[in-house]
Each structure stands twice: as structure tokens, then as C-alpha cells.
T-cell receptor, first 117, second 116 residues
């Protein structure tokens, strides 16, 4: 069965600190996709990144970086030099195709990040 | 232009009423979804439609009935509302082009439903 675990429910950091949000997933599919979404206090869900299971290259986008390791089934997200605007709930999600059918997306419970000025 | 829109944004109603939430996407996507986010922020998929056909139907009470008049719209009708239905409901869409391709889901702004 598909499962996404975000073990950190809440994290607080002081502005300019680096912070890593953990995500561990389970799937039986060999082809799958992983996502991170940001949900700021305003409530909307903002897409951050999509990564497919065949691409283990780490990705950097400005202050954001992602570390995908199939060996440990992890897709961790690091924010460098955090800012108050980074305060949000961050969701990790897994998309696969159970039984080869249509895609199903499973979300983790989210990690609430608070950046203190 | 908003890619995925939902109406209404807020919905307050009494227990036992029937209500609908509308969703429209102008991205040309083939697949649309409804998610429920509870008070603890947990996001759970409820339904998924591909080209107006129901493809995912999670364990959801049959008081919830999705309707897809065309592939750009997926409405959610809820009968006999209960207190536990209070949540934020998100609509999403994705292209979902091929068996081994999974496209990004784009979410609507959410509808906050409060049942009194």
C-alpha cells in the first residue's frame, strides 16, 4: 500500500537558519512520482516540485533544495537561510498507479514550519 | 485567469441540508479530483474523474456524490450534511496523459464548509 510519512509535525527555526523537512514513502510501483506542496496560512496549496522515480538527481531552486534517495525511500526538502515567508505547512506526496491503473496521490500529514524573526 | 476555481469559497449551513460545491478548470486537463482537508490539515482524496468517468472512489459516505458534466467541471454534492463534514474541500486537476506519466496536480483555492 502507498504511504507517505512526514515524521516532523512541527518545526520552529529562527530566521536565516537552514531547515530540512523529512519525507519517507512506501510504494510497490517501480514508476512513481514525488511532490512537495506548500500551504501558507492563507490556505492555498502551492506546487513546489515533482520528481520521478528514475531521476535521483538532487535539485536546487533558489533557497530550496531536494534530496531524493531511493535506497532509503526518502525525498527530503531543505530550505536554506529560512525566511518568515517560509512559514507554512509543507506536504510531501506520492503518486503511483496501483495495479497499473490511474494515478493515485497519497499525501503525508504535513510538517508545519514556523520561522521566527 | 484562475487555473482551477471553486465556488463558493466559504459555505456555512445547518445539519441536514444539501449543498453543492462547484469546480472548474481551464487548463485542458483530463483528470479532476476532490480532496478533503480536516481540522488537523490531513489531506485525503475522495474522488477522481478522468474524462467524466469516475476512476477513484475512496471510502466516502454515499451522501457525497460527484458530478462531472464535462471534463472541465467536477462538482461535489453533499446530502444530509453532518457536523463531521466540516472541512476544507479542495478541487484539483492534472493532465494524466499516459499510463506511465503522472502530471502535477494543480489545486483550487479550497472551499471551507462549516456545518452547524
Amino acid at each position: 500500500a502507498q504511504k507517505v510519512t512526514q515524521a516532523q509535525t512541527e518545526i520552529s527555526v529562527v530566521e536565516k537558519e537552514d531547515v530540512t523537512l523529512d519525507c519517507v514513502y512506501e510504494t510497490r510501483d517501480t514508476t512513481y512520482y514525488l511532490f512537495w506542496y506548500k500551504q501558507p496560512p492563507s490556505g492555498e496549496l502551492v506546487f513546489l516540485i515533482r520528481r520521478n522515480s528514475f531521476d535521483e538527481q538532487n535539485e536546487i531552486s533558489g533557497r530550496y533544495s531536494w534530496n531524493f534517495q531511493k535506497s532509503t525511500s526518502s525525498f527530503n526538502f531543505t530550505i536554506t537561510a529560512s525566511q518568515v515567508v517560509d512559514s507554512a505547512v509543507y506536504f510531501c506526496a506520492l503518486s503511483d498507479r496501483p495495479g497499473g491503473g490511474y494515478q493515485k496521490v497519497t499525501f503525508g500529514i504535513g510538517t508545519k514550519l514556523q520561522v521566527i524573526p | 485567469d484562475t487555473a482551477v476555481s471553486q465556488t463558493p469559497k466559504y459555505l456555512v449551513t445547518q445539519m441536514g441540508n444539501d449543498k453543492s460545491i462547484k469546480c472548474e478548470q481551464n487548463l485542458g486537463h483530463d483528470t479532476m479530483y476532490w480532496y478533503k482537508q480536516d481540522s488537523k490539515k490531513f489531506l485525503k482524496i475522495m474522488f477522481s474523474y478522468n474524462n467524466k468517468e469516475l476512476i477513484i472512489n475512496e471510502t466516502v459516505p454515499n451522501r457525497f456524490s460527484p458530478k462531472s458534466p464535462d471534463k472541465a467541471h467536477l462538482n461535489l454534492h453533499i446530502n444530509s450534511l453532518e457536523l463531521g463534514d466540516s472541512a476544507v474541500y479542495f478541487c484539483a486537476s492534472s493532465q494524466d496523459r499516459a499510463p506511465l506519466v503522472t502530471d502535477t496536480q494543480y489545486f483550487g483555492p479550497g472551499t471551507r464548509l462549516t456545518v452547524l
